[in-house]
């Protein structure tokens, strides 16, 4: 297995990475399968905004599953924190495929100095919530029934990871 940065040639296998997961699961809360376009698009942004994208891919280059990163939420207080988010094809799971894509985008935010990394999951996700853990986040935080999806009430979870730990705060 090979962790790289995204080319656009592996939009099309994220994309139907990403559109299994909104049908099948509750990873995404949303029933909205998106576009090529969509992701293209989101694929552009995150390029000109300097956001990795990473995928794991085998030698002969099938992706496996991918990550990135993003601003967690708009105002300027909060750009030392980023969310994260990670999928994987399900029949690469259990093989240490997020382990691997997440552990390098840890190591990519703390070299751009990021403070703080978010994983904002369903508090039904065991899977990730194990994930989350073997990596050294901690669940800092629950919303009960913040969401819905498949005719229930979901809890979101936070789970956070501190960055550069002996960081200052910058004065403004
Ligand atoms: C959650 C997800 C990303 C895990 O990916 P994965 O490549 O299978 O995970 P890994 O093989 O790297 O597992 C690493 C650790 O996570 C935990 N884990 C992963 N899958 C698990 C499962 N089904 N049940 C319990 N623990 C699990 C284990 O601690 C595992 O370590 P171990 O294998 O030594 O026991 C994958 O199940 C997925 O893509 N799910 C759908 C999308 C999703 O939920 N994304 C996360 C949104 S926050």
Known sequence: MLIREAAPKDIPAILTIYNRAVRE???????????????????????????PVLVASTQSGDVLGFASFGPFRPREGYRFTAEHTVYVDPLAQRQGVAFALLSQLVEIAAAKDLHLLVGVIDGDNAASIALHEKLGFEVTGRLPQAGTKFGRWLDLVLMTRVLNAGMAAPDK
Do not use: P
């Open 25 to 51: 699961t509750t990873a995404a809360w949303t029933t909205r399968e998106e576009t090529l376009d969509d992701r293209l698009t989101w694929f552009e942004h995150c390029k000109n905004e300097g956001l």
